[in-house]
């Protein structure tokens, strides 16, 4: 990884560390830091950084604004961890599970609040009204993309249009947002700051349909998590949604009675399920759809009226998530 | 009631009827118009509304900003429902009870930012950031008096002052901010400003001290819950906390007795309890102690530079709320 990108997540992860979340009621604040310490790859506040480094020098001057985009971001898996019933985030116990969901509803709330403090605290004046109705946005669709993901469960079937919707909402627009935000509190080009929004939204696409893919193709070595884990649990991914779109015939029973199967052995259904993947090619096919999304983020990133040497250090990290784990 | 406040209410309803909350995904949005439809008294626009009459005529263009406070309001009562497991508001299922806790959770995360968007939307650019710095204070401050209030659920004793300081957080601050946000709209007076907050503190306290009372002293025609429910509950209000403090001998453990049995006639318990209250004038001392924050209350109205006849209004309206159900 590039030096300056690394040198800004200490940066990142010094500030958050420093950051005076609250005392007193500790069970609302020890939350808040419990989760934020967690750690991650900071991804949301790096890209406002890095947006920002594409037209100003002084980086360190917005480290205080890009917390905000990380501290929204955990509200958003404190709530979701509630919600889905998660024991586990970054291997850790989540917080519901390790105090109650009392705790983990309230605790969140006030992180919400935080990020508008946060926000609020770090941006200049007569940009304030702009950056919170882009914020206020952004916020309300990343909740109607959680929404949208648990009626999927309830679901026979999902179309790959509406999925793609949903993990737009639900998981690309706060990239679109941090890299956008960035840019609004580095300069006033207008084109620029939507096309920074729009290469955000892009490659957070990407990343999730890699996401879905990693689950079945990783490297169990290297995955955090436990290979298959979305097939074991019936989740739908973009993989299960076009696997179900193109089984036909043998397959497409044997993938409905492995969806409906009660008892089974784990690593046989998560075989079973990626032979009849395998079969349709719905790694290729995957892989193509994601790649489409990258491409346009990098179409984003060159159409922007900034120095090449800068941009490169974007589509340098870029590359360096995408090829990290495959 | 005033004529213009019976006005005021109806206007009030009226923009919360009108309000586009959003669409889709229904699960979403649903819960949102059905929690601002259950009624209630609209009390916190309502106090914005009364302190901006204090100086100025055009009531009617604050209608939209006071609503942020409204749907604040709403959504605490949505989340603090599922932490209390309640199963009615108003009489009516409770959103989680309705639907379920994650569309509960997601629905009332979606309100905060409401809030804040009706706040935004509605507030001149140059005192947003005064509004919201204010507004997120209060808000964290009422998650905070939610947390303390779990918390004392769990604890044997609760000392007066820190049961003071909590309906403070929880309840107060909130009626305080509302009138002082009616008054930023209205003027630049910051030594009005911070009077109409205290008003609202004070006068919070009060009508929190007022149903503690009702609680045990209501007539149960007029009263719309079960009158003793707290004290079914073993819920730590003023007069059980006072009652605590004061009970001895034969008093104190016949109270100690009724706050740990398991098994018993609910109106045996609430009539051998009220009775422990009679004899320790706890009706009397609360009352004392209800009255002082409203004396404080009517102080700081007195002490606002505004003319009296519009202060008569607030006068009258905090009144007829003290003397309607007693």
């Not at 700051?193 to 490297?219: P, R």
């Not at 397959?251 to 009675?257: E, G, Q, T, V, Y």
């Amino acid at each position: 990884m590039n030096q300056s990108i690394k040198e800004y997540i200490v940066s990142i992860n010094s500030a958050i560390e420093q950051e005076d979340f609250g005392d007193k009621p500790q069970e609302l604040y020890e939350p808040i830091r419990y989760i934020m310490s967690l750690g991650g790859k900071r991804m949301r506040p790096l890209l406002s950084l890095l947006s920002y480094q594409l037209y100003k020098d002084n980086i360190k001057e917005v480290i205080p604004a890009s917390i905000a985009v990380e501290i929204f971001h955990n509200f958003t898996l404190m709530h979701d961890d509630i919600m889905d019933n998660a024991p586990l985030r970054r291997g850790q116990q989540t917080v519901h599970e390790k105090w109650n969901s009392p705790v983990a509803i309230l605790s969140g709330d006030v992180m919400l609040v935080k990020a508008y403090q946060q926000l609020i605290a770090n941006s200049p004046t007569e940009k304030l009204t702009e950056i919170l109705e882009k914020f206020n946005r952004c916020a309300i669709e990343v909740c109607e993309g959680q929404q949208i993901d648990m009626n999927f469960e309830e679901q026979e079937q999902v179309q790959e249009a509406d999925y793609i919707e949903m993990i737009r909402l639900k998981t690309a627009v706060l990239l679109g947002f941090s890299l956008e935000f960035g840019g609004i509190l580095a300069m006033d080009n207008e084109a620029d700051q939507a096309l920074l929004y729009q290469m955000g939204v892009n490659a957070g696409i990407g990343f999730q349909l890699m996401d879905d893919l990693l689950d079945v193709y990783a490297d169990q070595d290297k995955f955090g998590k436990q290979v298959g884990g979305d097939i074991i649990a019936n989740k739908k991914t973009y993989l299960l949604i076009k696997a179900n779109e193109l089984a036909q015939g043998e397959n497409s029973i044997k993938l409905h009675d492995w969806l409906k199967a009660q008892d089974f052995d784990n690593e046989e259904k998560v075989n079973a399920v990626k032979s009849i993947y395998d079969e349709l090619h719905i790694k290729t096919l995957t892989e193509a759809k994601m790649n489409e999304y990258f491409e346009k983020a990098f179409t984003n990133l060159e159409d922007l009226d900034a120095p090449s040497e800068k941009k490169n250090i974007i589509k340098d990290f870029f590359n360096y998530l995408i090829n990290r784990e495959q």
